[in-house]
């Protein structure tokens, strides 16, 4: 019984701390596509903006093989998927939000 709860607790954290690096990234990814490329009606349309996704998606593949969370086996197709989906999803409303933040204001 206390190795079950060990092990469950264990993939609790190692989940919660994957989702919460891909939103930190993703929000990141925003506030520097917003910087880097502006928050103006042009800026919409700049695809230099998914650089800065891309590149949290990739820098989040090394932090996470490099820190240890998953073994060698365990991180698999469904996790790298999770996470290009998970941070794509936050800088795109993030993004979205200072996009239209700027229209309105």
Do not use: C
Not at 39 to 55: I, R
């Amino acid at each position: 019984m206390s190795t079950e709860s060990i092990s469950d607790r264990r993939e609790h954290i190692r989940s919660v701390s994957v989702t919460a690096l891909s939103a930190l990234l993703g929000v990141g990814a925003a506030l520097a596509s917003a910087t880097w490329v502006g928050v103006s009606e042009a800026a919409a349309q700049d695809t230099q903006a998914l650089a800065f996704v891309f590149g949290a998606i990739v820098v989040q593949y090394i932090l996470i093989n490099a820190s240890g969370i998953y073994g060698e086996d365990e991180f698999g197709t469904k996790h790298y998927l999770f996470v290009a989906f998970m941070t794509f999803s936050l800088w795109f409303v993030t993004w979205g939000i200072l996009l239209t933040s700027e229209v309105s204001g």
